[in-house]
């Protein structure tokens, strides 16, 4: 058995500590990227989506849907009036309640309903408020 005196003993202590903080920031970052990449495969997966219904006659409050499954091709945000104007190139009442008949199948996928979002009812609409 070696014995080490004075700084020689605290000299291998303090290398020893070293090593198994060098493992454990290894471990950490190892673990933060298993998360992130974690994360990014359910996002791809789940594909989810914002639909947003603006505040109208039907809906007086209006609503945010939040979803998952989005069809390929379609928009993260969208709303009665981007389905209008994708649909028809113009907003009118009937082809809003027309949009408001077709998110049936949204509400099979629905995560939460969350209260009426003027920022991303904007988005949907590429910044256009559109009149109930």
Not at 6 to 11: A, W
Not at 109 to 120: D, F
């Amino acid at each position: 058995m070696i014995e080490l005196e004075g700084d020689c003993l605290i000299y291998v202590m303090n290398r020893n500590i070293m090593k198994n903080l060098r493992k454990r920031h290894a471990m950490a970052k190892s673990l933060l990227l298993f998360i992130l990449l974690l994360f990014v495969a359910t996002w791809l997966v789940a594909r989810p989506a914002v639909f947003i219904i603006p505040p109208m006659y039907e809906y007086p409050t209006g609503a945010t849907l939040l979803y998952y499954d989005r069809a390929s091709g379609a928009p993260f945000f969208s709303s009665t009036e981007s389905y209008c104007l994708y649909s028809t190139g113009d907003v009118t009442t009937r082809c809003r309640n027309a949009a408001l008949n077709s998110i049936n199948p949204l509400l099979r996928n629905l995560l939460t309903t969350l209260p009426y979002s003027e920022w991303a009812y904007l988005r949907s609409t590429n910044g256009v408020m559109y009149n109930p």
